[in-house]
């Protein structure tokens, strides 16, 4: 069976794209073809997770992921009638990853992700040494344990030899690249998620180089996605003989162009197991939110909005903890009530709008006749709280946005909590159902290059919800009362 978003290979149009999608819970891939179509059958996931640790550890082996994405590409590449259609391979990754590396391109450290946060107390250190506003109208980026400099510093304390031997510093993509074809390709965006690139020259800037104690020579240099690199393939997969690859973009990026947000009037919601709201503009966002970020993807374009740590994570830990109904449907689509515990759920750290590291979830108004599913029902309201904060600040720098497209794995699998959201956002939410939208986005940005002229397939969509009126005043109150508990306990 093949669904409107599928294609066989027979009816495929070429050139083929082989795209791949590294994010935290899996690494996917397949082969898309020339209209932006899966095509059936050649698809594959390996599933994954990180290792998390009280002390705000959040890491993973790259090894492990480099071994991964050759098992997607052993899976996907190895039908005959593909002979050496496939014309180029191209890759995001979860954003913010910082790999050491020695000069022989192995391994010092493993992955640290986005949400690992052990550099709390340098972001407190640098926000005493440094203007962080300055800092933030250069890069696009806050200081925040998510970035490069406050991680550099800690592990210069933590583990100077592994820092003193360090050659180069790579994200997991580049790391992943440099194993298969021997070259670190870093897209334009991916460097500026280490918080180190100026979003108006594509520069690096030499204060927070200065800060993070590296010198330029030790970051990949940012490329766009019109420079891909020329055939390279190992002969391990003689179907990418003739493919180019391309730099390795975030998936932030890739999501917004597979979720059909493609300029300044579709605002993104994301919604796997971390979440972000962002709106894709032609050069940097004047006036720049302090709440947000405003990175730079490509010579033309950046991407403003604001990430929030725990979506898909929040709702996962519910059900894994909490004895929760086997369907939740109802919950989601009940009326909201007083009764409701409030929820700030900040489960790894704030990152948007705020930027408190540091930070834990609270649970208020949970009293001893508070029902498993009760608190689940606060708990998705507290995710739709967070996302609605990111929003408040969005507007001022896109004012002309006119549609909320939310894609993911969260929307997804509970789609009823897109109501929610809508009544929390007090503007319509439209579901968009294609399954891998950001892994549709890195093969689409490719097709730019290699097929620019064929025309691409639509997204699918499913409902749109619109906000109810007596429900939105209910959560404006709701929003007063979260943003004075965030005042109390988390900004502290």
Not at 41 to 49: D, I, N, W, Y
Not at 214 to 224: K, T, Y
Not at 242 to 251: C, G, L
Not at 289 to 315: C, E, K, S
């Amino acid at each position: 069976m093949t669904s409107t978003d599928d294609v066989t290979l027979d009816a495929a149009l070429d050139p083929l794209v082989l795209a791949l999608d590294i994010g935290s819970t899996a690494t996917r891939g397949g082969v898309h073809d020339a209209s932006g179509r899966r095509v059936h059958g050649l698809q594959h996931k390996v599933p994954h997770a990180f290792t998390v640790a009280p002390d705000g550890t959040s890491v993973i082996d790259p090894d492990q992921v480099t071994a991964e994405v050759e098992q997607v590409l052993d899976a996907v590449t190895g039908d005959p009638r593909l002979g050496t259609r496939i014309a180029g391979v191209a890759m995001d990754t979860f954003a913010a990853s910082l790999i050491g590396v020695d000069a022989a391109g192995r391994a010092l450290t493993p992955c640290l992700t986005y949400a690992d946060s052990r550099s709390a107390g340098e972001v407190t250190a640098l926000r005493a040494e440094l203007d962080e506003h300055a800092v933030q109208q250069r890069t696009g980026t806050r200081l925040h344990t998510s970035y490069h400099a406050p991680r550099l510093r800690w592990l210069a304390t933590a583990q100077p030899g592994v820092v003193a031997g360090a050659a180069k510093w790579w994200s997991l993509g580049e790391y992943v690249w440099a194993r298969l074809i021997g070259q670190p390709l870093a897209g334009t965006s991916t460097v500026a998620w280490t918080g180190l690139l100026d979003r108006r020259t594509g520069e690096l800037d030499a204060e927070l180089l200065t800060a993070a104690g590296i010198g330029a020579e030790q970051l990949s240099p940012p490329r766009d996605m019109s420079e891909p690199a020329p055939a390279a393939a190992p002969a391990r997969w003689p179907a990418l003989a003739r493919a180019a690859w391309f730099p390795v973009i975030t998936d932030g990026f890739a999501s917004n162009i597979g979720s059909g947000a493609t300029d300044a009037t579709v605002l993104t919601a994301a919604t796997a197991t971390s979440g972000a709201l962002r709106v894709l503009l032609d050069g940097p966002a004047d006036p720049l939110p302090f709440g947000l970020w405003n990175y730079r993807v490509g010579a033309g374009q950046t991407l403003l909005g604001g990430a929030i740590n725990d979506v898909g994570r929040a709702v996962s830990w519910a059900q894994n903890t909490l004895r929760l109904s086997p369907e939740l449907a109802d919950v989601l689509t009940a009326p909201p009530s007083e009764a409701t515990p409030l929820v700030l759920p900040y489960l790894t750290g704030e990152r948007a709008p705020g930027w408190v590291g540091g930070a834990r979830a609270v649970f208020g108004g949970v009293s001893a006749a508070t029902e498993a599913d009760t608190l689940f029902r606060g708990i998705v309201e507290g995710v739709a709280i967070t996302y609605a904060r990111v929003a408040d600040e969005l507007h001022p720098a896109a004012p002309g946005i006119v549609e909320v497209a939310a894609a993911g794995r969260v929307s997804n699998d509970q789609p009823e909590w897109l109501q929610v959201l809508a009544d929390v956002l007090g503007r319509p939410v439209t579901h968009v159902t294609r399954r891998r939208a950001t892994q549709r986005g890195t093969a689409l940005l490719a097709l730019g290059v290699l097929a620019p002229d064929v025309p691409r397939a639509a997204r699918t969509t499913g409902a749109t919800y619109e906000p109810r009126p007596a429900h939105v005043e209910h959560y404006a109150q709701r929003r007063a009362r979260f943003a004075e508990v965030y005042d109390a306990l988390v900004r502290g």
